[in-house]
Structure formats: structure tokens, C-alpha cells
């Protein structure tokens, strides 16, 4: 396979993937309003719920306590409604916050969540992590497991696209966006602030959480490390390049951010320092892209170009 | 519109230079044989990244040097993973699938681990200078291999050297992550069997702007010594603050604090004399670590690193291994490497391997880090050295050979 190829299904993979994520948040933010800094907590809940349900049961140097080992569906699903759960412990005494309040609270549930991650050994093995994850056989149709965990990621994308889509074109997404554009009007005619709110906050977890399942079948792998607040902040990165309230703008504005960082790697070097001076270099290279892509907000032109006609 | 227009005019400019690249690096292929260098060059490993890179380097113009493995010249593409596993995953499969990488040399222990189902699966060996991690003991040894022993035995040491010392109290300091937690836990544990009081044992997360609180604790018990198992950003915030509070006993770092940037950052006078630092070393009275490092003094007119030289070995074994495998393919290197490491006529450099090969004779590569012979995980027994910090460097005091440990 050539490295344009290659590149390519990488940005499909993890592109797809965290569009998951730019969509929930799309919808948390840009419709319902609510300013969600904790994404990574929904998805890491994911992850660990699928590393958990599917491991085998802990042995030999092994911290973690429960390891459920059944197959990898069991895995999926539960870490949907894992992510739905944190999400209803988390929504249910916070969503009445506002503004940046709702977003430092968020904040602090997802980093009060890595710490119990680091800290309780007895759920995955704290900073070790789970290793050597389940991965269901992805051996079919004679494609490469690559290309077939691109495509799940794909689909699960065109999933939680259409789902969102079919939520807010309905009345119920009116209702959404009437709360969103003036709560007292909202309150005023009939609608339920409170509970709507918490319905778009937990229903807009669960993709999140499949994603998570996702992301720990790829990396075969969950530790505390890759759950930081970075991935937050990439997520929210992601919907600012992409514009808010599109969903098609949602979708490009992760691909671009997961291309760009392809694209900044793309070059095969074969000394070591070409290599260092690439890594050194690449830090500001992103941040000139940001800076023309801010400027000139080229994806959410299209995206919104697309949304009209 | 005009400017919307030169963006994507760049943007196109943008992706038919990298096509041409790609295009070039395809065709330059020819009948090379690619090996992936993927390390930290950035990051909290960063330093160590460097070394490694740049030791399989130095073995790579080895191999070259001396004609080339039958599978051609060897040729590397290298990538700076920054510690992530995620990174580690998409540039490991770049490495593989579009440069026809045959191994992946190189990944710290939370890359290692991400990418053991990738090696299996697409069939390509991976190994590691450094990743000392106990994961490995169960997932290693198929495609996964490494030439540095297991973290264990990094604690096995630092239990030995801490009681060797006569140290009657001793406190813990440990960084709360995987690779110095299960070495804690190990000399932990010899310090118990010695009855040598252990005053505490404290595990603290890293990142921290101080550490004062973790510290009060065990500066109020005025230990002889601490053992201080941290990375280079939470070692050096320690040392300072425990320096600051009165702290006058000894020091034993673990192998994250053995470079020399250290006396730069937290001050020499304050280690000097009462600072030891332990690490997975090479036996430096072996013939092949001498030649290794008098070669390494004259290309880089500096002295090895830390684990320099089971970098240097790494690539000795791969390309041994490609020498007397079957195809020149990452199976074949599979097939044989252990082979080329155990029993048969002892060989200490790729020309002398490839000579006696090609007089048909079984090879065992004694690796300038010292012997490779591999257990059940793919990881060979490891010797261990503590140096001292005499006027602003790291001075060797003690050897521990594999032997110190049965």
C-alpha cells in the first residue's frame, strides 16, 4: 500500500472516530447549548467498559479486579450504556449550571475521573493499564483489519450522523433549539428545560461511548494516558475548525484536524535527525495552520455552502 | 474568493509535493530491506529516544559498512511517537504498511504493549532497547522481543545495592506509573526480607508544580537514604524540594535520572558524592562492549548513552537474523532470532556473523550489552550497574552481572 493510501485510511480510522465525538459535542454545544469540557470522560468510560467487560479475569502481576472476559458485543454495548450512565451521574446534579460554570464542572468530572483512573488500581490497572484488549476478527471479505476498522468507524460516523440529524429535524430537536435560543420564551410555552437537557446530555453520550469501545479495539490498549484532557481539547479544536451547528462541518473539521497531523507526518525520514527537526518543527507548523485555517475558515464555508444548497 | 483560491491552490501544491516524495521514497526502495525506527524524540523519554535512534544508527552504517545483509542494505525510516501509544499505532502502521517495514526497533513500554497484536497480525517484529515493562513478560516473546531485561530486575538490583550499602532506613519515593511502580514494588520487598526499615513508601503522581506534601513525611523520619523512582520532570522538582527541606542522607535513582542532564538541573554540588543512580547496563569489561564503544567514541567522538549499546544490538540481531533466515521478511527474522542469539559459534559483530553463516555454522551473537539469549517473553537476563555522582558526573561504583541474582 502506498503512504497516500495509507494516510488516507488512517484519517478514515481515527478521523471517523473522533467525529463521534465533534458530533455529540455538536449537539451538546452548538444545539442544546451546554458547554461540555469533559468529553474525554464519556469516551474514556467506553473504553474502560469494553477493556473491562471483555478481559480476562485478572492473574499473575494483574491489579485490576473484575475482568469479565465475554465476547466483544457484550463489550460494545456495555460501553454505550456505560457512557450513558457516567452521563446521567454527571448531568443529573450539574446541567442546571450555565455558561462556563456547566464547562468547569464538566471539566472537573473528567479529570476527577483520569485521577481515579491513575489512582484505584482495582478498576484498570491504574497508569499500567489493560493491554492486549479484545479485538473482535476483522478477518472478512478478505480486506486488510485495517481497512475493516476503518469502515466500522466510518459507519458508526454515518450512525451517529443520521441519528442526530432524525433527533433534530423532529420537533423534539425544535424544542432543543428554542431552549438553546431563549430558555424563559422555551419555559414559557410548555417545555421542560431541565429534562430536555439532560435527555440531549445522555443521549449524545452513548455514541461517545461506542466510539470509546472503538478507540480501545484499535489501540488494543487503555490506559489513563491516552484519556486526557487533550483529547477534549482536539474535539473542541475540531468543531471550531469545522463550524458550529453543521454536521457536515462537524465530520470535516475532524478530518481535516486528523489530516493535518497525518499530513505533518506523511514525509518518511531516514536519519534521525531529519526526524528530530520534524518533530521540533511540527508544533509550529500546526499552529500557523490554525491560524490560516481561523482566518480564512475554509471547511465551515463548505460545510455551510453544503447545507444550503 | 481570491484568497480562497490560493488556499487551495497551496493545499493542491501541498499534496502533489508530498505525492512526489512519496513517489521517490517508493522507487529509492529498490532492494534496500527497511527497518522502522520508532522512538520518543520528544517528550519525557525524549532524551532517551535520542540515544536509541541514534545507536541504531550507528548499527545500521555497521551493517551497511560490512556489505549488507543478504537481503540488501539496511535502511530505516524514523518516527518520534512522543511516548503515545495512539501515535505509536498510526505511525508503526505506516512504517509497515506503505515502507514495507520488516521490524519496528525502538518503542518505549506504552507503545510496545499498543502495538504487540499489530506485530502478530501484520507479521513484523518489534523490539525494544528499553521497555522494561512486566506487560511484556506475559505478551512478549512472538514477534516481540527486546534486548534489555525486564523491569523486575531493576528492582532486584536496587534492592541489592540499597542493602549492600547497609542503609538501616530507607523511604520510597515513586512515581505513580507502571515503570516504576513494579521495580518499587520488587526492592520493596528485599528491603523487607533484609529488615531494613522502610520509613515510607509514598506514591505520587508526576506533573505536579511541588511535591512538598509527599515529602513531608519522609524528611520528618530522617532516612539514610531515599529511593527515588521518578521521570526527569517529577525527579528533579523531588531532589530540589527534598534538598531544600534539610534532606542530607544518600540518593538511589532509578534509570530515568541516569543522564547527565541532571546535575545541570537540579545543581551538581547537590549530588555529588551522595547520589547513585542504578540501571540495566551492559558488563563494560566485555571485549564486544569495548569494541562497541570505542567504535561509538570514534563516529560520535562521545560515550555511549544509556542503553546505547542494546540499541547497538538490536539491529546486530536483526540483521543476523536476516542473514540466516529463510526470506526477508519479518517471519523469517521471527523464525530465527533466537537461534541467532543461543548456542553455536559466538560471534560479536555482524561481519563476524555473516562469515561464519556463510560458512554454514550456527551462530550465537554475544551483543556488546552482554549475552542475548532469550527466556519464554522474549527478553534476556539483564545486568545491572549503579554509578555515583562524582564532580558533575555519573561514575561507575558497582556492576551487578545476571549472575548476581540467581
Given amino acids: ?309 | 474568493m481570491k484568497n480562497a483560491m490560493s488556499v487551495k491552490g497551496a493545499l493542491l501544491k501541498s499534496t502533489l509535493l508530498a505525492g512526489a516524495v512519496a513517489a521517490s521514497t517508493v522507487a529509492a526502495r529498490g532492494e534496500d530491506v527497511t527497518i522502522g525506527v520508532l522512538v520518543p524524540l520528544t517528550g519525557e523519554l525524549g532524551e532517551f529516544g535520542k540515544i536509541v535512534a541514534g545507536a541504531v544508527e550507528l548499527g545500521v552504517d555497521e551493517v551497511n559498512a560490512a556489505g549488507g545483509t543478504k537481503c540488501g542494505n539496511l535502511r530505516t525510516v524514523v518516527a518520534d511517537t512522543g511516548g503515545n501509544p495512539e501515535v505509536g499505532i498510526r505511525e508503526a502502521t505506516k512504517m509497515i504498511e506503505s515502507e514495507g517495514a520488516v521490524a519496528v526497533v525502538g518503542p518505549t513500554s506504552g507503545v510496545m504493549v499498543a502495538l504487540v497484536d499489530l506485530a502478530k497480525r501484520t507479521k513484523t517484529v518489534i523490539m525494544s532497547p528499553y521497555a522494561g515493562t512486566i506487560t511484556l513478560n506475559e505478551l512478549g516473546g512472538d514477534y516481540v522481543y527486546r534486548t534489555v531485561s525486564s523491569d523486575l530486575g531493576d528492582g532486584a538490583a536496587s534492592g541489592l545495592w540499597l542493602t549492600d550499602k547497609g542503609y538501616k532506613r530507607v523511604a520510597f519515593m515513586v512515581q505513580n506509573e507502571e515503570s516504576t511502580i513494579s521495580p518499587a514494588q520488587v526492592a520493596r520487598e528485599k528491603l523487607e526480607s533484609s529488615g531494613i526499615e522502610l520509613t515510607d513508601y509514598v506514591v505520587y503522581n508526576p506533573g505536579q508544580p511541588s511535591y512538598q506534601a509527599e515529602l513531608v513525611s519522609v524528611l520528618a523520619h530522617e532516612p539514610d537514604a531515599i529511593y527515588l523512582a521518578g521521570g526527569q520532570e517529577s525527579g528533579v522538582t523531588v531532589i530540589k524540594e527534598a534538598t531544600a527541606g534539610g534532606f542530607e542522607g544518600e540518593w538511589l535513582f532509578t534509570a530515568d535520572l541516569a543522564v547527565p542532564e541532571i546535575f545541570d538541573a537540579v545543581g551538581a554540588q547537590y549530588l555529588n558524592d551522595r547520589a547513585y543512580v542504578e540501571f540495566a547496563d551492559s558488563d563494560s569489561s566485555l571485549p564486544e562492549y569495548k569494541a562497541f564503544e570505542a567504535l561509538y567514541k570514534e563516529k560520535t567522538g562521545g560515550e555511549p548513552g544509556p542503553f546505547a549499546s542494546n540499541s547497538f544490538d538490536m539491529v546486530n540481531l536483526i540483521a543476523l537474523s536476516l542473514e540466516s533466515a529463510d526470506s526477508c521478511t519479518g517471519e523469517g527474522i521471527n523464525g530465527v532470532i533466537r537461534a541467532v542469539a543461543e548456542g553455536g559459534e559466538a560471534v560479536g559483530s555482524f561481519a563476524a556473523g555473516k562469515e561464519a553463516i556463510a560458512a554454514g555454522k550456527d551462530i550465537n551473537y554475544e551483543g556488546a550489552s552482554g549475552p542475548l539469549t532469550m527466556d519464554e517473553s522474549g527478553t534476556p537476563d539483564g545486568a545491572y550497574s549503579i554509578q555515583q555522582a562524582r564532580d558533575g558526573k555519573w561514575e561507575n561504583v558497582k556492576f551487578y552481572p545476571a549472575s548476581a541474582f540467581e
Avoid at chain 1, 451521574?89 to 468547569?104: D, N
Avoid at chain 1, 482536539?234 to 457536515?248: D, K, M, P, Y
Wanted: hydrophobic share 55%.
Fill in chain 1, 1 to 309: 500500500m502506498n503512504t497516500i493510501s495509507q494516510i488516507a485510511l488512517t484519517v478514515v480510522m481515527f478521523g471517523s472516530l473522533f467525529s463521534v465525538l465533534t458530533l455529540s459535542l455538536n449537539l451538546q454545544y452548538a444545539r442544546g447549548g451546554m458547554i461540555n469540557f469533559g468529553t474525554v470522560a464519556y469516551f474514556a468510560t467506553g473504553a474502560y467498559a469494553y477493556a473491562i467487560v471483555t478481559q480476562e479475569p485478572p492473574h499473575g502481576l494483574d491489579q485490576y479486579l473484575v475482568g469479565l472476559d465475554m465476547p466483544w458485543w457484550a463489550g460494545f454495548i456495555a460501553a454505550g450504556l456505560a457512557a450513558m450512565a457516567f452521563a446521567i451521574l454527571t448531568g443529573w446534579p450539574t446541567l442546571r449550571l450555565r455558561g462556563e460554570y456547566l464547562a468547569l464542572t464538566t471539566f472537573a468530572f473528567a479529570e476527577m475521573l483520569n485521577s481515579l483512573l491513575v489512582n484505584e488500581r482495582g478498576i484498570g490497572n491504574g497508569t499500567v493499564g489493560l493491554a492486549n484488549v479484545e479485538r473482535p476478527d476483522a478477518n472478512i471479505l478478505g480486506l486488510s483489519e485495517n481497512v475493516v476498522y476503518a469502515l466500522a468507524a466510518f459507519l458508526l460516523m454515518l450512525a451517529t450522523a443520521y441519528a442526530f440529524r432524525r433527533l433534530l429535524a423532529s420537533p423534539y430537536g425544535r424544542a432543543v433549539d428554542a431552549i438553546r435560543d431563549d430558555e424563559v420564551a422555551a419555559q414559557a410555552i410548555g417545555k421542560n428545560i431541565a429534562r430536555l437537557r439532560f435527555q440531549v446530555f445522555v443521549i449524545s453520550s452513548m455514541p461517545i461511548g461506542f466510539a470509546g469501545a472503538l478507540y480501545a479495539m484499535i489501540t488494543t490498549l487503555v490506559n489513563p494516558e491516552l484519556f486526557t484532557a487533550e483529547v477534549t481539547f482536539f474535539v473542541w479544536i475540531a468543531l471550531v475548525l469545522g463550524g458550529e451547528r453543521t454536521i457536515l462541518g462537524a465530520i470535516i473539521g475532524t478530518m481535516a484536524l486528523v489530516g493535518f497531523q497525518e499530513a505533518i507526518r506523511a514525509i518518511p525520514f531516514e536519519s534521525v535527525r531529519a526526524a528530530e527537526i520534524a518533530a521540533s518543527a511540527e508544533d509550529i507548523v500546526t499552529g500557523i495552520l490554525f491560524i490560516v485555517i481561523l482566518r480564512w475558515q475554509p471547511f465551515s464555508a463548505l460545510a455551510r455552502r453544503r447545507q444550503a444548497a
